[in-house]
């Protein structure tokens, strides 16, 4: 028998799908149009077998979708720009370019070797010019419709990396990339506005009926939608008025203290002069802490006393005004109402600072004293204490108390997000320059659309100075105004690599076109995405940023959509030894190992047999050795039954014996099961199963029958239709099989099979019904019915009812096929 070698067969088959174009997506076509898309990789250096399951799940889609007769659209490329390029050209000495090139060439290599059904024509790199051009054309859309803007502003910065950080790069205060502590730096920056689209993005969630719920809550959360109000405290002695934002408008009676933010202007403002040196000291202290720490429950509430006060609007009650720690600036007004008794950081605020606490919101079911009190009471009740409120459920009383405020002109209404401006300038080389002229005499240009791209010089400098290379670029920063012609500098922050991520997806259904970033009709035809894979850690930033976006774009007459992706599915996560695998712990499976050893094709069907794939799960060698065998198995039995079957035709087929009759219920519930496994949710490794049993079932056969007695048509058909549904998960074997059937074509180019419904009849058979020896009924039933089965529906028959007669049944007997004895 011919021996399995899986090497020769994979490279054979790659090389004439590539030569014979057959992943060519054609622009149009009659054939309804299916765009599957993986999220592209950082190439940073090899894959993993992680990022194999991201692009074997989505082939497998891909493949299908083609076999059930769509237009597929199935592109990839590289988010080619970063930080970790720069790193490698501070440490190794080699240009960031040549390093990512060098990465990307490897990664093709690897991703060709796997059998993926990629359109390479359509390889994008955001690194490339013809790339980056465009997205500094997305840049200037966003800057001509003020959606982009530059201000000073308090960024997170990394000292280890020298560089700004988004607030959604920082984990823990610690950056996301090295674990180094953040600080805080005041820079000019660039800002994309997507807090004007908070509302819609929060919205729009709903409308994605083919995203994960998990998802969608991650991204409710990271918007954060607040709905209370916004007040105005005058300050005693002064113009001054403090604006508070709270979720809490019916605690409004228990006001104690106010507290201000240490970055908050109004600090300097009305701090006395005979206070300003100890109030510096507190804030030099406070300003060093890690921002998102200070904030929580848990963190050591400090504060300082002003020497001021404020009047609360509502009662005129006196309140001293301090500066805390647990107050972010960036959030609401940058100053809180303190209502100790109502809010857990107040309470411990206060306990603290001795300030009274006083209890305006009375549980249903008790009494709360202040003095007692251990914690805040959060919950809701009745107001008290709360002048013409008194009495009033403290949930209709936040929207009465609103009301009241508006009235009186002391309040309004207000939502608040925690979603912040996208923070997108990074003073790093490694990027698309933001297309920015600055002149002394016109001011902040935009560069016109017709000059871009603007190019990334290569003869740079990289220091670790926390500058910009670009910076110290005479040759880069030096250019002409394109308004008067004057002597003008270029803006030398790059943009952060999620504007070019934020994107992509578009530049793939025209990926070389020159004068446009894509072309709208093409876009419009592709797009929405049917179905994008990737990973969880993926759920917050690069799929808002994408949705923002398109969302832009949308806006501005460019699309006719304004949701990218309707259908998400996230992959679970492959670890090895019980640990995420990483080059430091030393424990990454090379999918190129395992290519050497066993073959793309045990490699893909492993990976999709060993969880259901959104499941996290862990690498076994022992499991894709059980795969590689299965697959042997697989192979000894084609070629068992090729030489009968060669030849052979499905026409005129006919089943003789219930073993061939049973033989081909198997294939077609089989059919049918992978069918639905695939349909119903990437149920990948249940449809594996299925062919296993497949296999199973046809093994026995041929052992049990003699080999001159089998149905060869009937083996035929199983022979083809396995190969068929073996196609996506396994595609260069089926390739090979296919080809020894002597079929015309190539196995990606065929139908999905469909199952006969007849097949899966069970037959019947007519059993007689005795009673005390003489036959009183008959019965149909299926042929493979077990006794239980027939005795439950023989004892349900309304005649054996009849004789049976409440009488006790003394015996029941069931000759195999042919009768049943009721004795009674
Ligand atoms: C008074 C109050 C009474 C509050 C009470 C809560 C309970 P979310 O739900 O996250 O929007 N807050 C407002 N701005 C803040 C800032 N810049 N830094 C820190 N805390 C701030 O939270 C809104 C609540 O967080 C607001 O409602 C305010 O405290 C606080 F019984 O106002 B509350
Ligand atoms: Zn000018």
């Given at each position: 028998?011919?021996?399995?070698?899986?090497?020769?067969?994979?490279?054979?088959?790659?090389?004439?799908?590539?030569?014979?174009?057959?992943?060519?997506?054609?622009?149009?076509?009659?054939?309804?149009?299916?765009?599957?898309?993986?999220?592209?990789?950082?190439?940073?250096?090899?894959?993993?077998?992680?990022?194999?399951?991201?692009?074997?799940?989505?082939?497998?889609?891909?493949?299908?979708?083609?076999?059930?007769?769509?237009?597929?659209?199935?592109?990839?490329?590289?988010?080619?720009?970063?930080?970790?390029a720069?790193?490698?050209?501070?440490?190794?000495?080699?240009?960031?370019?040549?390093?990512?090139?060098k990465?990307?060439?490897?990664?093709?290599?690897?991703v060709?070797?796997?059998?993926?059904?990629?359109d390479?024509?359509?390889?994008?790199?955001?690194?490339?010019?013809?790339?980056?051009?465009?997205?500094?054309?997305?840049?200037l859309?966003?800057?001509?419709?003020?959606?982009?803007?530059?201000?000073?502003?308090?960024?997170?910065?990394?000292?280890?990396?020298?560089?700004?950080l988004?607030?959604?790069?920082?984990?823990?205060?610690?950056?996301e990339?090295?674990?180094?502590?953040?600080?805080?730096?005041?820079?000019?920056?660039?800002?994309?506005?997507?807090?004007?689209?908070?509302?819609?993005?929060?919205?729009?969630?709903?409308?994605?009926?083919?995203?994960?719920?998990h998802?969608?809550?991650?991204?409710?959360?990271?918007?954060?939608?607040?709905?209370?109000?916004?007040?105005?405290?005058p300050v005693?002695?002064?113009?001054?008025?403090?604006?508070?934002?709270t979720?809490?408008?019916?605690?409004?009676?228990?006001?104690t203290?106010?507290?201000?933010?240490p970055?908050?202007?109004?600090?300097?403002e009305?701090?006395?002069?005979?206070?300003?040196?100890?109030?510096?000291?507190?804030?030099?202290?406070?300003?060093q802490?890690?921002r998102?720490?200070r904030?929580?429950?848990e963190?050591?509430?400090?504060?300082?006393?002003?020497g001021?006060?404020?009047?609360?609007?509502?009662?005129?009650?006196?309140?001293?005004?301090?500066?805390?720690?647990?107050?972010?600036?960036?959030?609401?007004?940058?100053?809180?109402?303190?209502?100790?008794?109502h809010?857990?950081?107040?309470?411990?605020?206060?306990?603290?600072?001795?300030?009274?606490?006083?209890?305006?919101?009375?549980?249903?079911?008790?009494?709360l004293?202040?003095?007692?009190?251990?914690e805040?009471?959060?919950?809701?009740?009745?107001?008290?204490?709360?002048?013409?409120?008194?009495?009033?459920?403290?949930?209709e009383?936040?929207?009465?108390?609103?009301?009241?405020?508006?009235?009186?002109?002391?309040?309004?209404?207000?939502?608040?997000?925690?979603l912040?401006?996208?923070?997108?300038?990074?003073?790093?080389?490694?990027?698309?320059?933001?297309?920015?002229?600055?002149?002394e005499?016109?001011?902040?240009?935009?560069?016109?659309?017709?000059?871009?791209?603007?190019?990334?010089?290569?003869?740079?400098?990289?220091?670790?100075?926390?500058?910009?290379?670009l910076?110290?670029?005479e040759?880069?920063?030096?250019?002409?105004?394109?308004?008067c012609g004057?002597?003008?500098?270029?803006?030398?922050?790059?943009?952060?690599t999620?504007v070019d991520?934020?994107?992509?997806?578009?530049?793939y259904?025209n990926?070389?076109?020159?004068?446009?970033?894509?072309?709208?009709?093409?876009?419009?035809?592709?797009?929405?995405?049917?179905?994008?894979?990737?990973?969880?850690?993926?759920?917050?930033?690069?799929?808002?940023?994408?949705?923002?976006?398109?969302?832009?774009?949308?806006?501005?007459g460019?699309?006719?959509?304004?949701?990218p992706?309707?259908?998400?599915?996230t992959?679970?996560?492959?670890?090895?030894?019980?640990?995420?695998?990483?080059?430091?712990?030393?424990?990454?499976?090379?999918?190129?190992?395992?290519i050497e050893?066993?073959?793309?094709?045990?490699?893909?069907?492993?990976?999709?047999?060993?969880?259901?794939?959104?499941?996290?799960?862990?690498?076994?060698?022992?499991?894709?050795?059980?795969?590689?065998?299965?697959?042997?198995?697989?192979?000894?039995?084609?070629?068992?039954?090729?030489?009968?079957?060669?030849?052979?035709?499905?026409?005129g087929?006919s089943l003789?014996?219930?073993?061939?009759?049973?033989?081909?219920?198997?294939?077609?519930?089989?059919?049918?099961?992978?069918?639905?496994?695939?349909?119903?949710?990437?149920?990948?490794?249940?449809a594996?199963?299925?062919?296993?049993?497949?296999?199973?079932h046809?093994?026995?056969?041929?052992?049990?029958?003699?080999?001159?007695?089998?149905?060869?048509?009937?083996?035929r058909?199983?022979?083809?239709?396995?190969?068929?549904v073996?196609?996506?998960?396994?595609?260069?074997?089926?390739?090979?099989?296919?080809?020894?059937?002597?079929?015309?074509?190539?196995?990606?180019?065929?139908?999905?099979?469909s199952?006969?419904?007849?097949?899966?009849?069970?037959?019947?058979?007519?059993?007689?019904?005795?009673?005390?020896?003489?036959?009183?009924d008959?019965?149909?039933?299926?042929?493979?019915?077990?006794?239980?089965?027939?005795?439950?529906?023989?004892?349900?028959r309304?005649?054996?009812?009849?004789?049976?007669d409440?009488?006790?049944?003394?015996?029941?007997?069931?000759?195999?096929?042919?009768?049943?004895?009721?004795?009674?």
């Amino acid at each position: 028998m011919k021996e399995y070698r899986p090497q020769e067969i994979e490279e054979k088959w790659q090389k004439v799908w590539e030569e014979k174009g057959v992943f060519h997506t054609p622009q149009r076509s009659e054939k309804p149009k299916y765009y599957a898309l993986v999220m592209f990789p950082y190439p940073s250096g090899t894959l993993h077998v992680g990022h194999v399951k991201n692009y074997v799940i989505g082939d497998i889609v891909a493949r299908y979708k083609r076999m059930r007769g769509y237009n597929v659209l199935h592109p990839f490329g590289y988010d080619a720009f970063g930080l970790p390029a720069e790193n490698a050209a501070i440490e190794k000495g080699i240009h960031p370019e040549e390093w990512t090139r060098k990465n990307i060439s490897i990664i093709r290599k690897q991703v060709k070797r796997l059998g993926i059904s990629y359109d390479w024509n359509r390889e994008i790199a955001t690194c490339d010019e013809e790339y980056y051009k465009w997205t500094q054309w997305i840049f200037l859309q966003l800057y001509k419709n003020g959606l982009a803007y530059k201000k000073k502003a308090a960024v997170n910065w990394c000292p280890k990396c020298k560089t700004v950080l988004a607030n959604e790069q920082v984990k823990d205060g610690k950056c996301e990339r090295c674990g180094t502590s953040v600080t805080i730096k005041h820079l000019e920056q660039w800002f994309f506005k997507i807090t004007d689209y908070a509302e819609r993005l929060l919205n729009d969630l709903e409308k994605l009926t083919g995203w994960p719920e998990h998802v969608k809550t991650m991204q409710r959360n990271w918007i954060g939608k607040s709905t209370g109000a916004e007040i105005e405290f005058p300050v005693e002695g002064s113009d001054t008025k403090i604006r508070v934002f709270t979720t809490r408008p019916d605690t409004l009676w228990g006001v104690t203290f106010m507290a201000l933010a240490p970055e908050s202007p109004l600090v300097e403002e009305l701090v006395p002069d005979d206070r300003k040196e100890d109030l510096q000291a507190f804030l030099e202290r406070v300003k060093q802490q890690d921002r998102f720490k200070r904030t929580s429950v848990e963190a050591e509430k400090e504060g300082f006393f002003l020497g001021r006060y404020a009047v609360n609007p509502v009662n005129g009650e006196r309140v001293p005004i301090y500066v805390a720690n647990y107050i972010l600036m960036e959030y609401g007004t940058g100053a809180i109402m303190g209502v100790p008794a109502h809010d857990q950081r107040d309470f411990a605020f206060a306990r603290k600072y001795g300030i009274p606490i006083k209890v305006v919101i009375k549980p249903v079911d008790g009494e709360l004293d202040p003095d007692k009190m251990e914690e805040a009471y959060e919950g809701e009740g009745i107001m008290v204490n709360s002048g013409p409120f008194t009495g009033t459920p403290s949930k209709e009383g936040i929207e009465k108390v609103i009301n009241w405020l508006e009235e009186k002109g002391i309040g309004k209404r207000s939502v608040q997000y925690k979603l912040r401006d996208w923070l997108i300038s990074r003073q790093r080389y490694w990027g698309a320059p933001i297309p920015i002229i600055y002149c002394e005499k016109c001011g902040t240009v935009p560069v016109p659309e017709e000059d871009l791209p603007v190019r990334l010089p290569k003869d740079v400098e990289f220091l670790p100075t926390g500058q910009s290379p670009l910076s110290f670029h005479e040759g880069f920063k030096k250019t002409k105004c394109p308004i008067c012609g004057g002597e003008a500098q270029r803006e030398t922050d790059t943009m952060d690599t999620f504007v070019d991520s934020s994107w992509y997806f578009l530049r793939y259904v025209n990926p070389h076109l020159d004068d446009k970033p894509f072309e709208p009709d093409d876009v419009n035809y592709w797009l929405p995405v049917d179905q994008y894979i990737g990973g969880v850690e993926h759920a917050i930033l690069h799929l808002l940023y994408s949705r923002f976006i398109t969302k832009v774009l949308h806006d501005l007459g460019y699309l006719n959509f304004d949701e990218p992706f309707t259908n998400l599915f996230t992959q679970g996560m492959i670890y090895k030894d019980g640990a995420k695998m990483s080059k430091s712990k030393g424990n990454v499976v090379s999918p190129d190992d395992m290519i050497e050893k066993y073959g793309a094709d045990t490699l893909r069907m492993y990976i999709l047999f060993m969880a259901p794939p959104e499941k996290d799960a862990e690498w076994s060698d022992a499991g894709i050795e059980g795969v590689h065998r299965f697959i042997r198995r697989l192979w000894n039995t084609f070629y068992t039954i090729l030489p009968h079957v060669k030849e052979e035709t499905v026409e005129g087929l006919s089943l003789t014996t219930p073993v061939e009759k049973e033989l081909r219920r198997k294939l077609h519930s089989i059919i049918k099961k992978i069918t639905e496994d695939i349909e119903g949710g990437f149920k990948f490794n249940t449809a594996i199963s299925g062919l296993m049993e497949l296999i199973n079932h046809l093994n026995q056969y041929l052992s049990g029958v003699p080999e001159d007695q089998w149905n060869r048509k009937l083996l035929r058909e199983i022979a083809e239709n396995l190969t068929l549904v073996l196609s996506p998960f396994a595609p260069h074997l089926a390739e090979e099989f296919w080809h020894e059937l002597g079929q015309e074509g190539l196995v990606v180019q065929q139908s999905w099979p469909s199952y006969d419904p007849k097949a899966l009849e069970v037959e019947e058979m007519e059993i007689a019904i005795q009673i005390n020896g003489k036959v009183r009924d008959k019965i149909l039933v299926p042929v493979d019915i077990s006794e239980e089965e027939l005795k439950k529906m023989v004892m349900e028959r309304e005649r054996v009812k009849e004789y049976i007669d409440g009488k006790t049944v003394k015996k029941f007997i069931y000759v195999k096929g042919r009768i049943v004895n009721i004795v009674i």
